[in-house]
């Protein structure tokens, strides 16, 4: 099983560009999540999904979006990339509440 | 506005020496408190998690004391080793925004010199 797999592993954007973030999942769990980190502030819920269809803001939604077409996937959007959203972006899934998350590796994304 | 507050910021430790993390929450409807590992260029991973109806959980020597009425939780690694170097989060959740929306402290640098 590969677990949590993100793509790409790193990017570099110019202000204002597009880009989607793919994470897919392999253990069949129902909840997707996506969270940035920032030195010193830990990691921050961006969005997230309690089964195929749905989505659900996390604390600092704001320039992202999100689907999740297929239970397997959970993609990470931005429209109009901004040097603020510089961040190490993960991904990761779990059975449910109150279970054990499986994060990816991680994408690093740096916006100039 | 951070809800989980963690402390120390890096922490540095001698091989077979106790490390010590510290969180402390203010939201009194946390009720699942995780701690994760994460050691660079991955993502974190669970390490040990404790519900507020017990004060103590310890998983090899990994330990996670819990004071519900202090509000602060806490890990401590028993005889560290070099390999427990890495980066440690507390984090917390509640039933009445879901249990799986988790809020995280800042994270914590452990070294733990040979």
């Known amino acids: 099983n590969a677990g949590v797999t993100q793509t790409p592993k790193f990017r570099v954007l110019k202000t204002g560009q597009s880009m989607t973030l793919l994470c897919a999942q392999d253990?069949?769990?129902?909840?997707m999540y996506w969270y940035r980190q920032d030195p010193g502030m830990g990691l921050r819920l961006i969005h997230y999904?309690?089964?195929?269809?749905?989505?659900a803001k996390g604390e600092v939604p704001d320039g992202y979006n999100v689907s999740r077409l297929k239970k397997q996937n959970f993609l990470l959007g931005l429209e109009s990339a901004a040097p603020s959203q510089t961040s190490v972006y993960f991904c990761a899934s779990s059975y449910g509440d109150f279970n054990e998350q499986f994060f990816g590796p991680g994408t690093r994304l740096t916006v100039l | 506005q951070q809800q989980v507050k963690q402390s120390p910021q890096s922490l540095i430790v001698q091989k077979g020496g106790i490390s010590i993390i510290n969180c402390a929450y203010e939201?009194?409807?946390?009720?699942?408190f995780p701690w994760y590992q994460q050691f660079p260029g991955k993502g974190p991973a669970l390490l040990i998690a404790i519900r507020p109806d017990v004060s103590e959980k310890k998983e090899g020597r990994f330990t996670i004391s819990f004071n519900k009425s202090a509000k602060q939780f806490s890990l401590h690694i028993m005889d560290s080793q070099p390999g427990d170097s890495a980066t440690y989060f507390c984090a917390a959740s509640s039933v009445e925004t879901s249990g799986s929306r988790l809020t995280f402290g800042e994270g914590t640098q452990l070294t733990v010199n040979p």
């Open positions: 999904s309690v089964g195929e269809g749905t989505t």
């Open positions: 939201n009194t409807a946390f009720d699942y």
């Open positions: 253990m069949n769990h129902e909840y």
